[in-house]
């Protein structure tokens, strides 16, 4: 009998086991019963073709309406087109050659239905273009009904294939693990399945793959999508749980120290929403264990003041504290800003401040010698740095709070050397994300983390009105962008205009963003390119700069120096003043070729704007047609301020794993059925029953099964996007 675990090398022929690891990953009986069907074509039912995207590797089932033989150009012999329709008489042309060809004509004969799989291609202009496949997998339905009885059952499962495998293949290979598939043992318990109206693993993974109707179906995937659910929250409350047991020195408010000091100096007054997250952050640092809180909220929302004010509590109790960016850029305006929000604080000496210091990879040696010192003997209190900080020779005297600005751009090991630095025990640990988390996300992949929202911005804080520049359709909205921009800076304002990449170079994307759509265009418009442009054409006359992240770190610097004491009227710049970049005096963004960046990120970028209490603009310029999905995009960004909002937008139009932070370490989602943003409800319910078992049975001693489990999938290495803290 065949077990979960059982290699597929054993279970299946050698060439087909081969071909599911090589091409799908698959190396067990388990990976392949949990490699779920797409879809299900209803049997007799056709495709509708009108879904088709170039590139893409389908499945598709059809009527054969007649063969056509053609002959070969600049050679002898022909070729044979067969034309095969959908439900909808839409067309898609099969393409043969060769030997393939006289086998193909035997078997595709008018009127015959089939299953057709293979990568789309296109040919032809508008009315004319057709859809075609070239040398396609197939599998005519009527001699497989005779043959084997495959299509007996009223649903069909198409599977998600690949190049040498198609979904008859992985039909067939399912159906020898479950022929022979052994007892299974549930990781749930009766009692919680009775509960919860769910069915037995063996009967959902039966029904899944050979269902009788479309019933069998969704009581499968109710009962699949709990178990990913489910498994995801224990394992986060087990890192929650453990993680609250370990120590970690309490650093309680002073009411004589630098932080009161600090908040009578504000020229400001703290939001309503800044207040009540600092008193929980101050609450969560005066315990005996390490704090874990995610701070989220809006661009502009006032994070860095939270943080600082949470770094000077640390100080004030005699640690130190280090905020991490993800580029130096950040970094610099981080100790810029941070220097000027303390003043004379920042200087310690007679006022009993504490010294702000920088350490980035590209100190010269004496300011680099300065800072490793200032660090260690525990002079600075505060400092700020990139992942130069994370180097072995950078130590502190006592590391007591962590913060980590845009915390998705560092990976595991960064945050876990950042935490050995804190000695004996554990640092306080404060993750800041300027990107709105929908809900399910926050408890899915930060589910071990204490979520504080910022959704309130500071006063003085002005709309930002987003415009599309549709350029292929209205080409003089473009030239009126480039008007519209020296009318700000004639009112004494300032601009950027935002590049996906820096030049010709490879390597110069940048954080240049691959969306699906992105297939036969032109290259992406480069800084240097655009910025010699306009200098020399619409912008002539305006003094203008560049910045990119190839620049050297002190060049970057003396940039944005000179943007922000006014000295340059356009920064021509990549997604490297995407976040945490504040010149109040800045008032329009233009956005060159806007479709190609996500669309959390045109909201980050065009968060720089409106900072001054100046109106703000941002034009998002773009050669996609209306009704395309980058068009689809923008227009949503154009549509609402509302971050939150647009992050719903963004994962619908993403891959689960991509949000997960899967796609950033190079592995595949674990996630199969389960859909963060439609199964809020399965995703709730799991934390609760999760929390409920845990508290009572924490190690899972009376519930090994589930245990096991848990351990593959800690073991497993595609697991690492768990690794969230």
């Known amino acids: ?55 893409e590797h389908v499945t598709v089932i059809g009527e054969v309406t007649r063969t056509m033989r053609k002959p070969m150009r600049n050679k002898g012999g022909t070729w044979l087109e067969a034309e095969v329709v959908d439900g909808r008489r839409s067309k898609i042309y099969l393409s043969f050659f060769g030997k393939a060809s006289h086998i193909a004509e035997t078997r595709l004969r008018p009127g015959a239905r089939g299953m057709f799989a293979g990568k789309v291609s296109a040919f032809g202009q508008g009315e004319r273009r057709k859809w ?32 040498d495998v198609t979904p008859w293949a992985i039909r067939r290979a399912l159906g020898v693990i479950l022929d022979t598939m052994g007892q299974l043992d549930d990781p749930l318990p009766d009692e919680l399945r009775a509960r919860l109206s769910l069915p037995g693993l063996a009967e959902a993974l039966t029904a899944i793959h050979r269902p009788r109707d479309h019933g069998d179906v969704t009581r499968a995937r109710k009962r699949l999508k709990f178990d990913e659910a489910f498994l995801l929250q224990a394992v986060l409350m087990q890192r929650r749980m453990a993680a609250e047991s370990w120590p970690a020195t309490p650093r309680p408010r002073r009411d004589d120290g630098l932080l009161a000091d600090f908040d009578e100096r504000l020229p400001f007054q703290l939001t309503e929403g800044q207040r009540e997250v600092g008193e929980e952050i101050a609450a969560d640092l005066a315990r005996p264990h390490p ?53 004379d604080l920042a200087a310690g000496g007679m006022f ?44 502190f005297a006592d590391l007591g709070l962590v913060v980590v600005d845009e915390q998705h751009r560092f990976g595991v090991e960064q945050r876990d050397a950042l935490r050995e630095k804190a000695g004996g025990g554990r640092p306080h640990v404060l993750v800041m994300t300027a990107t709105p988390i929908p809900r399910t996300v926050a408890m899915t992949v930060f589910g ?11 006063s003085g804080r002005a709309p930002i009105t ?81 910045l990119h992240g190839k620049l050297p770190p002190e060049e970057k610097d003396a940039v944005m120096r000179s943007f ?36 959390s990120q045109l909201h980050q970028l ?6 001054g209490g100046l109106p703000g603009l941002c034009l998002l310029v773009s050669e996609s047609p209306a009704g395309t999905p980058a068009r689809e995009r923008l227009d949503a960004v154009a549509e609402t301020l509302d971050g939150f909002e647009l992050s719903r937008v963004d994962l619908e139009q993403r891959r689960e794993g991509d949000v997960l932070g899967v796609a950033q370490s190079g592995r595949r989602s674990s996630l199969k059925m389960l859909r963060l943003l439609r199964d809020e409800d399965v995703i709730q319910t799991a934390r609760q029953e999760a929390e409920t078992m845990l508290t009572a049975d924490p190690d899972l001693v009376g519930h090994p099964v589930l245990r096991t489990e848990i351990e593959r999938l800690l073991a497993d290495d595609r697991a690492e996007y768990l690794e969230k803290t």
């Open 1 to 55: 009998m065949t077990s979960f675990d059982e290699p597929l090398a054993k279970a299946l022929d050698p060439k087909t086991a081969r071909l599911l690891e090589s091409v799908l990953g698959l190396r067990t009986a388990g990976d392949l019963l949990r490699h779920y069907p797409r879809r299900y074509a209803q049997r007799g039912e056709l495709t509708d073709l009108d879904d088709l995207r170039v590139d």
């Open 132 to 163: 075609q496949l070239s040398h396609p997998e197939f599998e005519m339905i009527d001699e497989t009904e005779t043959s084997a009885g495959e299509f007996a059952n009223a649903l069909v499962p198409i599977y998600p294939a690949g190049k």
């Open 606 to 611: 065009r968060g720089r704007v409106g900072r």
């Open 448 to 458: 071990d983390l204490t979520v504080s929202t910022l959704s309130q911005l500071p």
């Open 564 to 599: 922000a004491r006014g000295e340059v009227d356009v920064l021509v710049a990549t997604t490297v003043i995407e976040v945490g970049v504040d010149v109040p005096n800045s008032s329009v963004m233009v956005i060159m070729d806007a479709d190609r960046f996500g669309v």
């Open 466 to 546: 987003t415009h599309v520049v549709p350029v292929s359709e209205k080409p003089h909205f473009l030239d009126r962008a480039w008007v519209r921009l020296r009318e700000e800076i004639e009112l004494g304002r300032q601009a950027y205009v935002v590049c996906p990449r820096i030049g010709d170079l490879e390597g110069d994307e940048g954080d240049l963003v691959k969306v699906k759509d992105d297939d036969d265009r032109r290259p992406p418009l480069a800084v240097l390119d655009v910025a010699e442009m306009l200098s020399q054409g619409p912008l002539l006359g305006l003094r203008t700069a560049v």
């Open 352 to 395: 009993g401040g504490t010294a702000v210091a920088l350490l980035t990879g590209s100190l010269g040696a004496a300011a680099r010698r300065t800072a490793l010192l200032d660090a260690a003997s525990g002079a600075a209190g505060i400092v700020v740095g990139t992942h130069a900080v994370l180097q072995e020779k950078v130590q």
């Open 291 to 343: 704090m874990h809180r995610l701070l989220q909220g809006e661009v502009g929302a006032g994070k860095t003041v939270v943080a600082l004010r949470a770094m000077l509590q640390v100080v004030d109790a005699g640690g130190q504290a280090v905020l991490l960016a993800p580029t130096e850029v950040l970094a610099q305006q981080h100790h810029r800003s941070i220097s000027a929000m303390l003043g």
